[in-house]
């Protein structure tokens, strides 16, 4: 059975510092593994990730993957209270037409 | 359409009765997923539609669940006789495809509250 773990299961930071959230996961066929933002219902795209070692970058945010010890990161730098959310990791199995196997999340929490 | 729609946003209803989710993907997406995500829960996959077919059914958690998509498009996903653990949002994906670089992109879902 796919299994994903996230962690911390939450986090309270002040705007201005940086985290970083960490993915690890089971998969079988594995192809490749995205990061979505929640905030209200609708989870919003971050990052897919499909190569070892290669770090994608969006302004603040940016994340890489580990496929030999089967894990990823999400950093987040100068952190503002707009990126307050749930993260979600989900890798993708290549044995079930693109399914996503989603962890529970890690919930981030940014104080002015 | 600009995105995938959901409807209705919200739900009500009593134990027992049947309920209707309603999905329309993005315009041109073949692939089409539906997620469940409890309080305080990831999201759990439940079905999954290329066109108008359901390879893979195998997150339905019981013959109360159903759901199919016609015309390559809409999706309904029916849920009968209702319980209070069914109580969740609902949350619709689609994908223009299903290989490795295809990113799904979801609805605003639809919050199911079961008395």
């Known amino acids: 059975e796919d299994k994903v773990v996230q962690s911390p299961l939450s986090l309270v930071v002040h705007e201005g510092d940086t985290v970083t959230l960490n993915c690890s996961y089971e998969?079988?066929?594995?192809?490749?593994l995205l990061w979505y933002k929640q905030e209200k219902k609708a989870p919003t795209f971050l990052f897919m990730l499909?190569?070892?070692?290669i770090e994608k970058k969006s302004g603040r945010l940016s994340s890489i993957l580990d496929k030999k010890e089967l894990f990823s990161i999400l950093n987040i730098t100068a952190t503002q209270t707009g990126d307050s959310a749930i993260y979600l990791c989900?890798?993708?199995?290549?044995?079930?037409?693109?399914?996503?196997?989603f962890g529970q999340g890690t919930i981030l929490t940014v104080h002015p | 359409g600009a995105g995938v729609s959901q409807s209705p946003s919200n739900k009500v209803t009593e134990k027992g009765k049947d309920v209707e989710l309603r999905c329309d993907p993005i315009?041109?997406?073949?692939?089409l997923y539906w997620y469940r995500q409890s309080l305080g829960q990831g999201l759990e996959f439940l079905i999954y539609?290329?066109?108008?077919?359901?390879?893979?059914k195998s997150g339905l958690p019981s013959d109360r669940f159903s759901a199919e998509r016609t015309g390559g498009s809409v999706s309904t996903l029916t849920i009968q006789r209702t319980q209070q653990e069914d109580s969740a949002v609902y949350l619709c994906?689609?994908?223009?495809?299903?290989?490795?670089?295809?990113?799904?992109?979801f609805g605003p879902g639809t919050r199911l509250l079961v008395l």
């Open positions: 994906a689609s994908s223009q495809g299903t290989g490795p670089g295809e990113t799904q992109y």
């Open positions: 998969v079988t066929n594995f192809r490749s």
């Open positions: 499909t190569s070892s070692g």
């Open positions: 989900a890798p993708r199995s290549g044995t079930s037409y693109g399914k996503l196997t």
């Open positions: 315009s041109g997406h073949t692939a």
């Open positions: 539609f290329q066109g108008n077919s359901a390879p893979d």
